[in-house]
């Protein structure tokens, strides 16, 4: 689904919880406000935290997909 325009993209790949929300947390404030961060993560706790922390700071998450043992992710940056 590489067919969504991103302007910043964050490879989790080999992170394991916390790192890859932890790193989303920095890398998101390097897009801007209405940009689109791309993430790619192997740790299949992303399905849960990435989901909770768009909710829980105001973040659109676009679009979610799991290919083999990478999960791909898209969010829309929040104000």
């Known amino acids: 689904m590489d067919t969504i325009k991103f302007d910043g993209e964050l ?6 919880c916390p790192e890859p ?4 947390h920095n890398r998101i404030n390097d897009v801007p406000v209405g940009g ?8 299949p ?3 849960r ?3 909770r922390f768009c ?7 676009l679009h979610t997909e799991e290919s083999g ?4 992710y898209f969010i829309r940056r929040g104000s």
């Open 11 to 16: 490879d989790a790949r080999g992170l394991y």
């Open 21 to 24: 929300v932890m790193m989303l």
């Open 36 to 43: 689109v961060l791309k993430v790619i993560a192997t740790d």
């Open 45 to 47: 706790s992303t399905t």
């Open 49 to 51: 935290d990435i989901p």
């Open 55 to 61: 909710q829980f700071l105001n973040h659109a998450l």
């Open 69 to 72: 043992k990478e999960f791909l």
